[in-house]
């Protein structure tokens, strides 16, 4: 995680940039403190993350509030708290936000999330910035919103952001996403409201299955030289990244509990399942699997499909996977540290599961497992 934050860390020496990690990757308490200790804001979408990241030490001016759902209760609970910006994603919230800001005296300062068009060249369901995504306020109406908010007097209008998708391995499309943003600001500049910041999201990929995403530092010479050309190199940064930051840093170690051979496929039966890891199941994801045995010569390999004991079809961690594996061996399932613990449930009545943060030899215990208790708890019989 610290690598992988490093690299952004380097392509911004010098700059004027803000690193806000997007907590929904992985919003585990040690996972916040460790960013929070290096720095990091936090780019939030719930007032359940905002709970989050406080308790993890991390400052509250430091938070940038995305979402396109944000209720009443949430924006007055991050006003009061002193939030840094609201990601505004509609005209209709920045109506809320100022008549929240008002009720209580305060001034809420925002930024309005754009949807500038462009399409990241990624899965469908984590795509963002295309006309037919829910996200942000269509660039044709950008400038008029801002003209309204910078009129209504609960609002103080401090950046534009933008956050076109997840899991990008070009460049292309946020080259082409920071183009049409800068232009904006041009316009809205030219009719006397000031952007403080630029904020270009976050979305970059990682190596699943030999996908080959540039590294932030590289990526962030090519958007730089961008800035700089167009005369915006001095301007106050933000990003918001999240998968990039902490995806390459999880495995999940799961154990075979049986082997299943059949006429038309094998299959692998673990004790980790969708509720653990949904990605295979909600994106069809790859995750590369490898065995923590150094196995007997003598053992076979075999093809099999990876699955768990939820009772769902869709219960799959991998496909086809040549393994030499027996019952009661380990796997590792690799790159999962964003978008699994986080994305988990108790689907099954299965309790999640506990998590170590490992530094160098050291191991910790960052999360215990669910006790049946846990599972239990706030519910009536009748
Ligand atoms: C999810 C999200 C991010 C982070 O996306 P990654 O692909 O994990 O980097 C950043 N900004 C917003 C608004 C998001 O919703």
Same mark, same amino acid.
């Given at each position: 995680?610290?690598?992988?934050?490093?690299? /952004?860390?380097?392509?911004?020496?010098?700059?004027?940039?803000?690193?806000? /990690?997007?907590?929904?990757?992985?919003? &585990?308490?040690?996972?916040?403190? #460790?960013?929070?200790?290096?720095?990091?804001?936090?780019?939030?979408?719930?007032?359940?993350?905002?709970?989050?990241?406080?308790?993890?030490?991390?400052?509250?001016?430091?938070?940038?509030?995305?979402?396109?759902?944000?209720?009443?209760?949430?924006?007055?609970?991050?006003?009061?708290?002193?939030?840094?910006?609201?990601? +505004?994603?509609?005209?209709?919230?920045?109506?809320?936000?100022?008549?929240?800001?008002? &009720?209580?005296?305060?001034?809420?300062?925002?930024?309005?999330?754009?949807?500038?068009?462009?399409?990241?060249?990624?899965?469908?369901?984590?795509?963002?910035?295309?006309?037919?995504?829910?996200?942000?306020?269509?660039?044709?109406?950008? #400038?008029?919103?801002?003209?309204?908010?910078?009129?209504?007097?609960?609002?103080?209008?401090?950046?534009?952001?933008?956050?076109?998708?997840?899991?990008?391995?070009?460049?292309?499309?946020? #080259?082409?996403?920071?183009?049409?943003?800068?232009?904006?600001?041009?316009?809205?500049?030219?009719?006397?409201?000031?952007?403080?910041?630029?904020?270009?999201?976050?979305?970059?990929?990682?190596?699943?299955?030999?996908?080959?995403?540039?590294?932030?530092?590289?990526?962030?010479?090519?958007?730089?030289?961008?800035?700089?050309?167009?005369?915006?190199?001095?301007?106050?940064?933000?990003?918001?990244?999240?998968?990039?930051?902490?995806?390459?840093?999880?495995?999940?170690?799961?154990? +075979?509990? /049986?082997?299943?051979?059949?006429?038309?496929?094998?299959?692998?039966? +673990?004790?980790?399942?969708?509720?653990?890891?949904?990605?295979?199941?909600?994106?069809?994801?790859?995750?590369?699997?490898?065995? #923590?045995?150094?196995?007997?010569?003598?053992?076979?390999?075999?093809?099999?499909?990876? +699955?768990?004991?939820?009772?769902?079809?869709?219960?799959?961690?991998?496909?086809?996977?040549?393994?030499?594996?027996?019952?009661?061996?380990?796997?590792?399932?690799?790159?999962?540290?964003?978008?699994?613990?986080?994305?988990?449930?108790? /689907?099954?009545?299965?309790?999640?599961?506990?998590?170590?943060?490992?530094?160098?030899?050291?191991?910790?215990?960052?999360?215990?497992?669910?006790?049946?208790?846990?599972?239990?708890?706030?519910?009536?019989?009748?």
């Amino acid at each position: 995680m610290l690598a992988a934050l490093a690299a /952004y860390q380097k392509g911004f020496a010098g700059r004027n940039a803000h690193i806000c /990690y997007a907590m929904k990757a992985n919003s &585990s308490l040690a996972v916040l403190q #460790l960013f929070a200790q290096a720095g990091c804001g936090f780019d939030i979408v719930s007032g359940g993350e905002m709970a989050r990241v406080l308790a993890a030490g991390g400052e509250a001016h430091k938070i940038i509030f995305s979402g396109v759902g944000k209720t009443r209760a949430e924006l007055h609970e991050a006003l009061l708290a002193g939030i840094g910006c609201f990601n +505004v994603e509609s005209e209709a919230e920045i109506e809320v936000l100022n008549m929240v800001a008002l &009720s209580i005296g305060r001034k809420a300062p925002i930024s309005i999330r754009v949807n500038p068009n462009v399409d990241p060249k990624t899965h469908p369901y984590i795509s963002t910035g295309l006309k037919g995504n829910k996200f942000g306020i269509a660039h044709e109406r950008t #400038l008029a919103t801002y003209q309204r908010a910078a009129s209504l007097p609960g609002l103080q209008v401090v950046g534009i952001d933008c956050h076109i998708g997840s899991q990008i391995t070009e460049e292309t499309p946020y #080259l082409d996403a920071m183009d049409r943003m800068l232009d904006l600001v041009e316009s809205i500049e030219a009719t006397g409201i000031p952007i403080e910041h630029i904020d270009f999201g976050g979305g970059l990929g990682i190596n699943y299955n030999g996908d080959t995403p540039p590294t932030a530092d590289a990526l962030w010479a090519k958007l730089l030289a961008k800035l700089d050309a167009r005369g915006f190199g001095k301007r106050k940064l933000m990003i918001e990244p999240g998968r990039s930051l902490v995806g390459n840093a999880g495995l999940c170690v799961t154990e +075979v509990l /049986y082997l299943k051979p059949g006429e038309q496929k094998n299959f692998c039966i +673990v004790d980790a399942a969708m509720n653990d890891l949904p990605r295979p199941a909600m994106y069809q994801a790859f995750h590369t699997i490898v065995p #923590l045995q150094t196995t007997p010569t003598a053992l076979e390999s075999a093809v099999y499909d990876v +699955v768990g004991p939820v009772c769902e079809s869709g219960d799959w961690i991998g496909h086809e996977r040549r393994l030499q594996i027996q019952a009661g061996d380990q796997l590792a399932v690799l790159s999962a540290g964003a978008y699994c613990m986080s994305m988990s449930s108790n /689907y099954n009545s299965r309790p999640k599961a506990a998590e170590v943060l490992v530094d160098g030899s050291q191991a910790r215990l960052i999360r215990q497992r669910d006790s049946v208790a846990d599972q239990l708890r706030g519910e009536f019989l009748l």
